[in-house]
């Protein structure tokens, strides 16, 4: 198991290796997000989040799952488009990842559920401290303008 998120290495959406070792130092909300999924309109409120917030060392990474209701079905061309035309994400985007627990799962979503908090459907939320561990996790019923988020982000980038 990895030591802390950001010494993990993922592909973008556009298929190319990143190290999210690029964060550390950086307060992060990694999101299990889906395209076609009834809080699919938290990409507005993450955008928001991202803009206001990114100066200040705040990042988000999107993750888009297919695991809950097959309700990412797209290819990474067609996820990338629907997010910047829909919502104009600029937040980085990865590639396609199980969340689940089992052989597929994700390296992310395995270092992410250690704490035994998984996704139960799609966009769950995990709050990451400047030094890649996990400090809070927040159910998809959680929207990315909800006051304890907004406080806990704010509280973690003081840090």
Not at 92 to 98: A, D, G, I, R, Y
Request: include cysteine; charge should be neutral; charged fraction near 20%.
């Amino acid at each position: 198991m990895p030591e802390t998120l950001y010494s993990l290495k993922v592909k973008t959406l556009q298929g190319n290796e990143t190290d999210l070792a690029q964060y550390k130092g950086k307060v992060t909300l990694v999101v299990n997000v889906a395209s076609h999924c009834g809080y699919t309109p938290q990409y507005a409120g993450l955008q928001k989040l991202y803009d206001d917030l990114k100066d200040r060392g705040f990042a988000i990474l999107g993750f888009p799952s297919n695991d809950f209701g097959a309700q990412e079905p797209g290819s990474p061309e067609e996820i990338a488009t629907f997010c910047k035309k829909n919502y104009g994400v600029t937040f980085p985007m990865f590639s396609k990842v199980v969340t689940k627990p089992g052989a597929e799962q994700s390296p992310v979503y395995a270092y992410l559920g250690q704490g035994g908090d998984l996704p139960s459907w799609n966009f769950a939320k995990y709050l990451v401290g400047k030094d890649g561990k996990v400090v809070a996790f927040y159910p998809s019923k959680v929207a990315p303008e909800a006051k304890e988020l907004r406080e806990n982000i704010e509280k973690t980038l003081a840090h």
